[in-house]
T-cell receptor
Framework: NAGVTQTPKFQVLKTGQSMTLQCAQD?????MSWYRQDPGMGLRLIHY???????DQGEVPNGYNVSRSTTEDFPLRLLSAAPSQTSVYFC?????????????FGPGTRLTVL | SQKIEQNSEALNIQEGKTATLTCNYT??????LQWYRQDPGRGPVFLLL?????KEKRKERLKVTFDTTLKQSLFHITASQPADSATYLC????????????FGDGTTLTVKP
């Protein structure tokens, strides 16, 4: 299993540009989430999905869109990039089982908005 | 408002000692509390999960306690090693919706030889 994969690893955007961060998992997990992590800080939830076709907002959703057309993929779209969106973005998935409720994180995408 | 606080941003200890990291929360009623390890430039990696009805959980040199009265979790690493140096995050979850977690800012542990 590849686990959770994210592309690209690094990205530089200009203010106002749009882009999509890709996330895929091969563990057949129902739950997937997107977090951002700013320097010296913890993870803040952007959006999450409890299954294909179902998404909901997290703590900091403004400026981001998500969709979940398949179990495997959960892309994050930046509509019009702003310098405040410079951060490291992590995608995570979990089974949602009450016994094994750990989240599996991807390696992250480091985004800089100029 | 809901808040999670992890003790000092940085913790330095000598190899062989026990490291104790603290996670305090307010205005939150988690059903689960998790601890993750994060190395520089990498994604967090799950270590331990403890449920609200459990007082203590162990895994090898790791021990986690959960006191819902004090609204606090303690994370212990016994016989610490330089390889344990990393940032440790605590995350709280409600009983439903496994994908929705709230995390603290993390504590960076440095174990000196």
């Amino acid at each position: 299993n590849a686990g959770v994969t994210q592309t690209p690893k690094f990205q530089v955007l200009k203010t106002g540009q749009s882009m999509t961060l890709q996330c895929a998992q091969d563990m057949n997990h129902e739950y997937m989430s997107w977090y951002r992590q700013d320097p010296g800080m913890g993870l803040r939830l952007i959006h999450y999905s409890v299954g294909a076709g179902i998404t909901d907002q997290g703590e900091v959703p403004n400026g981001y869109n998500v969709s979940r057309s398949t179990t495997e993929d959960f892309p994050l779209r930046l509509l019009s990039a702003a310098p405040s969106q410079t951060s490291v973005y992590f995608c995570a998935s979990t089974t949602g089982s009450t016994s094994y409720n750990e989240q599996f994180f991807g390696p992250g995408t480091r985004l800089t908005v100029l | 408002s809901q808040k999670i606080e992890q003790n000092s941003e940085a913790l330095n200890i000598q190899e062989g000692k026990t490291a104790t990291l603290t996670c305090n929360y307010t205005n939150y009623s988690p059903a689960y509390l998790q601890w993750y390890r994060q190395d520089p430039g990498r994604g967090p990696v799950f270590l331990l999960l403890i449920r609200e009805n459990e007082k203590e959980k162990r895994k090898e040199r790791l021990k986690v306690t959960f006191d819902t009265t004090l609204k606090q979790s303690l994370f212990h690493i016994t016989a610490s090693q330089p390889a344990d140096s990393a940032t440790y995050l605590c995350g709280l979850k409600p009983d439903t919706n496994a994908g929705k977690s709230t995390f603290g800012d993390g504590t960076t542990l440095t174990v000196k030889p």
